[in-house]
């Protein structure tokens, strides 16, 4: 997630003003929206004429334009957190309790403040548009027997509607952390601005017809049951009494009205419009494709060429730009191709082919590592713990390796640990060991220290034992301790209780009784824990919450792939190109390592389709504004990797025999060859 | 500009014309005097009676049996319909008006496009490369692009798949795989064949060194989209990565990520539909013909497209180049073969050009042989030596094959205009149906 502070010079000078455009053109759009909903709204069958004239006159009128100048600041409102919320790699919570965290994060929690607050004022002024008896929040009783009744009574109309704005104003923020609103996806091929945001206005017109129906479903049944809470609120706080000659709205005669669920309906979709608008707008200008210079002849751009771009790793809009740059320049224009593969001017050195192969190169040995290790965990565990909580930090630092690792097969994410451990040779086996007696059920949250099961002494235990542990057993032991140490915490008490034993004939001065105090509670505490555990793993909610959602954990794995995909294209385009535009040869030299590392994430893909869930597809959403691109991701990724290694043989032929690459990858080299993959 | 009275008399005498060694055409009475090549190929024999049509009616029990798909709120709104009819006369009347008002309109569309009164199978059969599709037994055929494989659609909704490598030839079965209209294999990959059915895309994944004859519905993989059916055509990119499909309903064509399974509609209003599309061989452009006299081509960077009226008919086939300047096209209702030259400096081609003139010509000899007629199908092969034609038949011969030196084998050549010669008239035993290039 992007924000103002960073000082990355794309952002500054590409992304705001983009972000700046595309809010400037839905504040444009909306006097046509607005027109379209009056019309909508005030249509009567039997007046046609009646109807065209007012709504004419109704478009001049003075509170119409006082409700656009309050529109146009919402779409801003909704334009601002656009961009502050933004992100190409999509966070995926791996089970429930995870999603839950997501939506009561505080930042969440003002999102959704904000969009409550935004919805009403829209709903606002849609009731002043409607007219009629959604105009004011006052209206004149109706007078009955009784001469001393108030003049101004609450218009229930209008508190159901501004009640409707907030409810959807929620519902659009809560459903966008369900289904990854915030991510912008890259479409696969390039169109203009212009036509595709034609193409996609129908589509955007439906989603906001189709959602607006469940909100008003969802609404009217939440309504019913609760509408009177508000309603006594509001009334009361505002001092203006309730008519009770007319019917109250939560009952059945009131919401069964069809002119009032059509008023509902018609203004929920005008709200949804105009978000979503907003949302398409910035979707389609951020994703434009930006050119970047391979090489410029004045120093001071060079942080903003394709080579030093590439690299960086803290904006990743401007990484994942970049790189759909580069697989466009890779396979359209040929000129930049030659800027690609020249020598610098003295020395003669292919800086440009060397610094963005060694980028791409690095991009998918980064993977390979991740998938890798993925598979490690899992076929050691049985099953794959969720690679972390809330993978936001992921979606920050964009998958760091060693980082995702860590919190991908490691228990304790919090503990300060060199990831070097990670590559002792018992580890898998302790862990298969560790892990072997507790039941999949409680596998979830058995090692996760912030899960809100473990108390703060346990966790502060937790992070003292480590130090303690190391100083009572030998060094060369201490990693495999250390790995344990949180490990006591999921299995039974054996493995602990040995520790211990070990130590405690062993008199030494460091090691004083408080400390031997502190594992007997550990260990008390750790009895408590189990039984707890054994008590909650039988309630249904809980192993609902905590289980982990299937295919998550793969979906998290290829979250960021875009960028694979990319780098995959651009690197075997650029060979296959070589072929006959390298005049200097200077792609041969880095061919082998090219080929290595394509054949390995080859594997590595290949292993991970054949675990569980792997393969199987997502279900289709109909209609809906979230984009669901991320969760097919692995299969493009696989099928762009063939289509490399396909694009690179089917180039170079018989060349290849002459590299020199691992007789594995010979093999391998060679089904490809055949056409046998 | 090059024409038909230009070309050796065809053979005469039931002579056929079999192979072609040394750069001659070696003619036969009997089949079976083949040379043996490198791979041979396998017989292909699909008699007519074998293949019955999918689903005809006389041929199962299933119309004997009321087809009970209702769902319980269908069925009782249906008996509350027969039972009580107290449906109010206004609420009938109005309906009906509706119903009127919309076959009207719809009349009215379908006088403008006359294909959409087609339907699926009719639509399928007019449009299809393949001359005669709806009585022929095979419907399509596609080459693989890498290796000595190749896929027969049969008249039966079946797909076979024949190997130069491998002994086994899987038949490829699927429920939804009716009436295929055409097919083509992935470039740059080994196993994916898509293929076009009445009301889906498929794209079937066929592993080269599986043994499975009867590869399970598993392995393909559906591409619908709501509106994009009977689908009559399909083109791959040439670097492997997207999919464009046709249909003659659908005004917009789709660009899919197959792997991904999610597609970018691109609608252009006009023409009423997209029927064929082509890409050009080195992925820059990309022609996709309509009902109506009209084409347009595409430019895949950007994915924008001029529009290219024809004055007499639809554009029925065309064909790329090997280097993707030129198109050659044919239309319909026309005895000629035009060609478009694209090239990046100039902006683009102002009108097309005649290259070829097929008009009936009698050759004189033992017996008046007379060959010309419409194109139904053009295919250039890769290197850019020949062309083949495809003529829709005349009454004496029901079609005939004949094939264009077209003088661009070498690179050189590429930049200079074109220049068809004639090459032969190739006489077959019976009538031929589809052409295409390896």
């Given at each position: 997630m992007l924000s103002f502070n960073q000082d990355c010079w794309f952002v500054r000078k590409v992304v705001r003003w983009r972000a700046l455009a595309s809010i400037a053109w839905s504040v444009l759009l909306l006097p046509a929206t607005t027109t379209l909903f009056v019309f909508l709204v005030r249509f009567s069958l039997f007046h046609p004429v009646e109807w065209i004239s007012e709504c004419f006159g109704l478009l001049m009128a003075a509170s119409t334009i006082f409700s656009l100048i309050l529109l146009c600041g919402v779409v801003l409102v909704i334009g601002f957190f656009n961009l502050e919320g933004y992100t190409v790699v999509p966070s995926i919570p791996c089970s429930r309790v995870a999603l839950l965290a997501k939506v009561l994060h505080p930042r969440q929690c003002v999102h959704s403040l904000v969009h409550c607050t935004v919805g009403m004022m829209v709903m606002w002024c849609a009731s002043v548009m409607a007219g009629g008896r959604y105009q004011a929040l006052g209206s004149p009783c109706t007078r009955g027997e009784s001469a001393d009744a108030p003049e101004v009574c609450l218009n229930e109309y209008h508190v159901f509607l501004l009640l409707a704005g907030a409810f959807i104003g929620y519902s659009h923020s809560f459903l966008g952390v369900v289904q990854n609103m915030n991510y912008v996806s890259f479409q696969i091929i390039q169109q203009y601005k212009y036509l595709r945001c034609k193409g996609s206005l129908p589509w955007v017109l439906k989603c906001s017809a189709v959602q607006s129906l469940y909100a008003v479903r969802n609404y009217v049944a939440l309504y019913f049951f609760f509408g009177h809470i508000p309603r006594a609120w509001i009334s009361n706080s505002l001092n203006l009494p309730i008519d009770s000659s007319l019917h109250s709205l939560d009952s059945l005669t009131g919401l069964l009205d069809f002119s009032l669920l059509y008023h509902l309906w018609i203004s929920g979709a005008f709200l949804l419009l105009t978000w979503y608008i907003t949302v398409l707008l910035f979707r389609i200008y951020v994703t434009e494709a930006h050119r970047f210079p391979v090489q410029s002849t004045f120093a001071e751009d060079a942080e903003q060429c394709l080579p030093k771009v590439l690299s960086e790793k803290r904006t990743p809009i401007m990484k994942f730009l970049a790189l759909q740059d580069l697989a466009l320049l890779s396979q359209h224009s040929p000129p930049r191709r030659q800027e690609v593969f020249s020598l610098s001017q003295p020395g003669g050195h292919p800086h440009n082919w060397n610094a963005i192969s060694k980028e791409c190169l690095a991009l998918l040995s980064d993977l390979t590592q991740r998938l890798v290790a993925h598979h490690d965990a899992v076929a050691s565990n049985g099953r794959a713990r969720p690679p972390s909580a809330t993978s936001d930090t992921r979606t920050t630092s964009n998958s760091s390796v060693s980082s995702a690792v860590v919190s991908g097969t490691e228990d304790l994410p919090q503990t300060p640990r060199p990831s070097v451990l990670l590559k002792t040779p018992g580890s898998v086996f302790l862990k298969s060991s560790g892990r072997g007696i507790s039941s999949p059920l409680t596998a979830p949250f058995t090692p996760d220290l912030d899960s809100p099961f473990s108390t703060p002494s346990l966790r502060h235990l937790a992070a003292q034992q480590v130090p303690q542990q190391g100083q009572w057993l030998g060094s060369v032991q201490s990693p495999h301790i250390i790995r344990r140490g949180p490990k006591l915490w999921s299995t039974s008490t054996d493995s602990?209780?040995?520790?211990?034993?070990?130590?405690?004939?062993?008199?030494?001065?460091?090691?004083?009784?408080?400390?031997?105090?502190?594992?007997?509670?550990?260990?008390?505490?750790?009895?408590?824990?189990?039984?707890?555990?054994?008590?909650?793993?039988?309630?249904?909610?809980?192993?609902?919450?905590?289980?982990?959602l299937p295919e998550a954990s793969s979906q998290a794995l290829f979250a960021d792939s875009q960028a694979h995909i990319w780098a995959l294209e651009g690197l075997s385009h650029l060979v296959a190109a070589s072929f006959s535009e390298d005049k200097y040869g200077v792609v041969q030299t880095t061919l082998p390592s090219i080929l290595g590392c394509m054949l390995s994430l080859q594997e590595a893909v290949d292993r991970h389709f054949k675990l569980p869930h792997a393969s199987s597809k997502p279900v289709k959403t109909s209609c809906s504004m979230g984009d669901s691109t991320y969760k097919t991701l692995r299969f493009a990724l696989r099928a762009a990797l063939k289509t490399s290694i396909y694009r690179i043989t089917s180039t170079f032929g018989e060349h290849l025999n002459a590299v020199c690459i691992s007789a594995e990858h010979q093999k391998r080299l060679q089904q490809f060859m055949e056409y046998r993959e | 500009m090059c024409s038909l009275a230009l070309f050796?008399?065809?053979?005469?005498?039931?002579?056929?014309?079999?192979?072609?060694?040394?750069?001659?055409?070696?003619?036969?009475?009997?089949?079976?005097?083949?040379?043996?090549?490198?791979?041979?190929?396998?017989?292909?024999?699909?008699?007519?009676?074998?293949?019955?049509?999918?689903?005809?009616?006389?041929?199962?029990?299933?119309?004997?049996?009321?087809?009970?798909?209702?769902?319980?709120?269908?069925?009782?709104?249906?008996?509350?319909?027969?039972?009580?009819?107290?449906?109010?006369?206004?609420?009938?009347?109005?309906?009906?008006?509706?119903?009127?008002?919309?076959?009207?309109?719809?009349?009215?569309h379908g006088s403008l496009f006359p294909h959409l009164t087609l339907s699926g199978e009719e639509m399928t059969a007019e449009f299809s490369q393949v001359l005669d599709w709806s009585d022929s037994a095979i419907r399509s055929f596609a080459w693989h692009p890498h290796t000595d494989k190749f896929a027969v659609a049969l008249l039966d909704d079946s797909i076979k798949i024949y190997n130069s490598r491998s002994a086994t030839a899987p038949t490829l079965k699927h429920r939804l795989q009716r009436n295929v209209s055409a097919m083509q294999w992935k470039p740059l990959c080994a196993s994916a064949l898509a293929v076009a059915c009445h009301t889906c895309l498929l794209v079937w994944h066929v592993d080269p060194s599986s043994l499975s004859t009867r590869p399970s519905s598993g392995c393909a993989q559906v591409l619908s989209h709501p509106g994009h059916s009977p689908v009559t055509s399909v083109a791959w990119s040439p670097s492997g990565s997207l999919l464009v499909s046709a249909s003659p309903v659908d005004t917009a064509m789709m660009v899919w990520d197959v792997a991904a399974e999610n597609c970018v509609p691109l609608q252009r209003v006009g023409g009423g539909g997209v029927t064929n599309v082509s890409w050009s061989p080195d992925g820059s452009r990309l022609l996709a013909a309509t009902p109506s006299a009209l084409f347009r081509v595409w430019e895949t960077r950007m994915w924008t497209c001029e529009r290219w009226?024809?004055?007499?008919?639809?554009?029925?086939?065309?064909?790329?180049?090997?280097?993707?300047?030129?198109?050659?096209?044919?239309?319909?209702?026309?005895?000629?073969?035009?060609?478009?030259?694209?090239?990046?400096?100039?902006?683009?081609?102002?009108?097309?050009?005649?290259?070829?003139?097929?008009?009936e010509t009698t050759f004189s000899g033992i017996d008046d042989i007379t060959v010309g007629g419409e194109v139904q199908s053009l295919a250039w092969d890769p290197t850019g030596e020949r062309l083949a034609v495809l003529l829709k038949g005349t009454e004496f011969l029901k079609s005939s094959l004949i094939y264009f030196n077209s003088s661009l084998a070498f690179k050189w050549e590429w930049k200079r205009p074109l220049n068809l010669n004639p090459g032969h008239i190739l006489q077959m035993f019976s009538s031929l149906k589809s052409v295409t290039a390896i």
């Open positions: 602990q209780a040995n520790g211990s034993a070990l130590a405690s004939p062993v008199p030494t001065p460091s090691s004083p009784p408080p400390e031997q105090k502190s594992s007997f509670m550990a260990q008390w505490l750790q009895n408590r824990k189990e039984q707890v555990k054994g008590f909650m793993a039988k309630r249904v909610l809980v192993v609902y919450l905590f289980n982990k | 050796p008399p065809p053979l005469s005498g039931g002579q056929i014309t079999l192979y072609e060694a040394n750069n001659e055409l070696v003619a036969g009475s009997s089949p079976d005097c083949y040379e043996k090549q490198h791979w041979d190929p396998p017989s292909l024999n699909f008699p007519r009676e074998t293949l019955k049509p999918h689903s005809r009616p006389e041929s199962s029990s299933k119309a004997a049996f009321l087809d009970h798909k209702d769902t319980l709120w269908m069925r009782s709104a249906g008996a509350w319909y027969m039972l009580a009819y107290i449906l109010p006369k206004w609420l009938a009347v109005s309906s009906g008006c509706v119903l009127a008002l919309i076959r009207w309109m719809s009349s009215f009226p024809c004055l007499k008919g639809r554009c029925q086939s065309a064909c790329w180049s090997p280097d993707g300047s030129r198109l050659l096209f044919s239309v319909q209702g026309e005895m000629v073969i035009y060609a478009l030259t694209f090239s990046d400096m100039t902006g683009g081609p102002k009108s097309a050009a005649v290259v070829a003139d097929l008009s």
